[in-house]
């Protein structure tokens, strides 16, 4: 029998995640706190939770996939949150980005209730959520990694087993590190490039034949060459993220002296109101840092 899926919080990440469980046959009901979001699913032939409650009750799996550390913690342990209606044997599964702290300390109150609670944060933007292709990143006991195998293959194109609870968390701030630091890196040429006078679609060609090419440069090219910045995964979210990097990195002792700087980059972006666009903008910062107009 195919394992009904509670999942709530319905983004620009989860609905899509949600729409292709339930294209793979899982029996899905959605939940959002922002109703509108629910019901657009519910027209794609999902259920919609009239509470969350009604997400929760009676399902062999619960994803959560919501936006920061607070939102994970009022949504779990929270007044009415998820752990007062979950009962074992249902799995929770977080699929956020927090800090690896929050999500041993989640784990932890929902193991005190009898709750098995893991952490599996994803790998890629809006369009890897879209057609499949996350990587997921896990954290959490091996049989029941084992046990969420055909769940974790409806959303992405692998899932990879990284340790205990937390260890998920951990390894989505190591990835984000490097596509933060990438971003900031392919930006920093490319003004460079402006100030040398070279023409820019020139030098993005360049990019792409030279050793550091990378899917990802391709992806984000069309935003760099035209400045218009969609957000596939929105600057507030890179700049969160690398805070949590730089926070675990205080905490262990961590030497990420490039990533501070780009933090810094990532900031000034946030503070000149361009958080809800792409990351790629923090091109724009540059270039207007550098006293470079807009094309």
Do not use: W
């Amino acid at each position: 029998m195919s394992k009904r899926i509670g999942f709530i919080g319905l983004g620009n990440m989860g609905s899509p995640m949600a729409i292709n469980l339930h294209k793979a046959g899982f029996d899905v009901t959605v939940y959002n706190r922002t109703a509108d979001k629910a019901k657009v699913l519910g027209e794609q032939g999902l259920q919609v939770a009239e509470s969350l409650e009604d997400a929760v009750r009676e399902k062999d799996v619960v994803i959560t996939m919501l936006s920061n550390d607070e939102a994970v913690e009022q949504m779990i342990v929270g007044d009415g949150g998820v752990l007062d209606y979950m009962e074992a044997p249902t799995i929770l599964v977080d699929m956020s980005t927090i800090s690896p702290d929050t999500s041993c300390t989640l784990a932890e109150a929902a193991r005190e209730m009898g709750i098995t609670m893991v952490d599996a944060p994803v790998s890629g933007s809006t369009n890897a959520a879209e057609s499949a292709g996350l990587v997921i990143l896990y954290g959490g006991p091996r049989d029941v990694f084992d046990e969420l195998a055909e769940m974790f293959a409806a959303m992405g194109k692998a899932s990879l087993y990284f340790g205990e609870n937390g260890s998920g968390s951990k390894a989505k701030l190591v990835i984000n590190l490097l596509l933060g630091m990438t971003m900031q890196g392919i930006s920093e040429s490319l003004v460079l490039a402006e100030k040398f006078g070279l023409e820019r679609t020139t030098v993005l060609d360049m990019m792409q034949q030279a050793a550091v090419s990378s899917p990802f440069l391709g992806f984000k090219r069309p935003s760099l060459e035209t400045e218009a910045y969609p957000a596939a995964f929105a600057l507030k979210h890179m700049h969160k993220d690398l805070g949590l990097v730089l926070e675990q990195a205080r905490h262990n002792g961590s030497i990420l002296p490039a990533t501070a700087a780009a933090y810094q980059s990532y900031t000034a972006a946030m503070n000149h109101g361009l958080d809800e666009q792409d990351m790629a903008v923090v091109f724009a910062e540059l270039l207007n840092q550098s006293g470079v107009s807009k094309k």
